[in-house]
């Protein structure tokens, strides 16, 4: 039986005929067909072994604007080391003239050893000729490059600074025609009806990919036997970093890494005597002085391990297997697996006899039921949880493993100064990169590009 083409199946086979490469772009224009009716006809073509379709991706970057400036003005920390190069300097000179670049400035400096402090100077140890992201600042410039024309190694080093690099992906697609489809000829097939074609599609309202995302893992968690706890995104300093052992002098309490809201600060942080504990046990251990008025600070959450938290801090259960979900915010660059804000769960298990046994057992139940089979479980370094493990999941499409949740037991110096006596179990990781493992995503922005042809076609069970 000879086969029964559509129009539009008609028209594209006759301009790739005439041209044998083309994009879905420019097969639009040949044939006078709409981008819909270009994209079903592809599959039709695809499906009858007709069309081939490469897809290609390819990427360039460029200066973002904390690199523009870097590279009109240098580096943070070229800045401070030219400014005490010929001498000490004091420290609250160096502050007003760099401003809000210092701290980052300071930081690099004291971590690299290119400088020592005093009580109120600083002082030159030694002034590379060449520092980490110079090299690729000086190539980008103004325009943009491909990985492939830069130092990696120097590249990698800026690719960790928010701002520094804007990462452009440019997807494409190239569609030609198998051999047996270039011998059809479009003039003499047969245009009758087929009784088998599908019926116009009906587009039913529905939830997006990612709520039944965290759908299925509150309903997972929830029939463990878990309850869930709930919290403001707002959070004073206090309970995000201060209560988690975080010392204030920490880079993750930077600008650069959190969203702080502007001259507000919180009134009440805690009770006196959990505040005078979490203050003790910063003193005792970090060996710094303690300051109030950062621990006032109010913050876009960085993760939902301050609600727990301050649950366990004022309940103080003997016994709990609880859980937050929702959403977290971090001042990163967007890329094809960060976002600025997205979804977290985090949970915990306290009881007498918790070891980290229980810990790997309740993930790997968890990965089980979520339809993740392949994981394993790996050392890693947590501040507020030791021993801590990085769980890896295998993933198929790109043949390796991923890291997904981080997990570990809570530190005494996080546990004793509220006054909680028994093990805690804890561990937490983004939804979005499950959902991306579940809709096999390379990209998590395409969760919120309101694609229609993508969130009308996904399958809703994975």
């Known amino acids: 039986m000879s086969q029964v083409f559509h129009d539009i199946e008609k028209k594209i086979i006759a301009s790739l005929k ?9 097969l639009e224009k040949s044939t006078e067909l ?5 994209r079903r006809g592809i599959e039709w073509l695809k499906l009858k072994n007709l069309a081939i379709v490469d897809e290609s991706k ?16 240098g580096l943070p920390e070229r ?49 590379p000729s060449i520092l980490p992201g110079e090299k690729t600042l000086q190539q980008i410039g103004s325009g943009k490059l491909s990985k492939g024309e830069l130092d990696i190694a120097d590249l990698t080093d800026l690719l960790k600074r928010p701002d520094f690099i804007v990462e452009d992906i440019v997807k494409s697609k190239k569609i030609s025609l198998t051999n047996s489809a270039k011998s059809i000829d479009v003039s003499n097939i047969s245009g009758a009806i087929d009784v088998e074609a599908k019926v116009p599609e009906l587009f039913v309202a529905r939830t997006h990919p990612l709520k039944d995302t965290i759908d299925e893992i509150r ?22 970093f201060d209560a988690l052992f975080t010392p204030q002098d920490h880079p993750a309490r930077e ?9 507000i600060s919180a009134k009440k ?34 993760h939902t391990t301050c609600v727990t938290i301050k649950h366990l801090a004022e309940n103080k259960p003997d016994e709990a297997r609880i859980f937050s979900l929702g959403r977290v915010f971090r001042n990163e660059k967007v890329s094809y697996k960060h976002l600025v804000e997205f979804n977290q769960i985090e949970g915990i298990v306290v009881g007498k006899d918790a070891n980290l046994r229980n810990l790997m057992g309740i993930q790997r139940e968890f990965y089980k039921r979520i339809g993740i089979t392949k994981i394993k479980f790996w050392p890693t370094f947590f501040p507020y949880t030791e021993p801590s493990l990085q769980t890896m999941v295998y993933n198929e499409k790109l043949g390796k493993w991923i890291e997904l949740f981080g997990m570990g037991i809570f530190r005494p110096e996080v546990t004793k100064p509220l006054g909680i006596t ?41």
């Open 58 to 73: 390819s990427s360039t970057l460029s200066l973002g604007k904390n690199g523009l400036d870097s590279f009109e003005n």
């Open 34 to 38: 709409l981008p819909d009716q270009i």
């Open 269 to 302: 942080i805690g009770t006196a005597e959990q505040i005078r504990q979490v203050s003790d046990s910063h003193k005792k251990n970090w060996r710094y002085q303690w300051d109030i008025n950062e621990a006032r600070k109010m913050v876009l959450r960085t």
């Open 219 to 240: 309903e997972i968690f929830v029939t463990l036997g878990f309850s869930e706890i709930f919290g403001n995104m707002t959070q004073s300093s206090f309970w995000n």
């Open 422 to 462: 028994k093990p805690v179990l804890a561990w937490g990781g983004g939804i979005e990169r499950i959902a991306m493992l579940k809709y096999d995503l390379d990209d998590v922005r395409e969760f919120y590009n309101n694609n229609l042809g993508w969130l009308r076609s996904n399958t809703k069970c994975q």
């Open 79 to 127: 800045r401070l080391l030219n400014l005490v190069k010929n001498g000490p300097r004091k420290l609250f000179d160096l502050q007003k003239q760099l401003g809000f670049i210092f701290g980052p400035a300071m930081g690099l400096c004291r971590k690299n050893n290119w400088i020592e402090t005093s009580s109120d100077e600083i002082i030159l140890k030694t002034i």
């Open 255 to 263: 600008l650069q890494d959190t969203f702080f809201l502007d001259n």
């Open 18 to 26: 005439e041209n044998p490469l083309q994009t879905p772009e420019t």
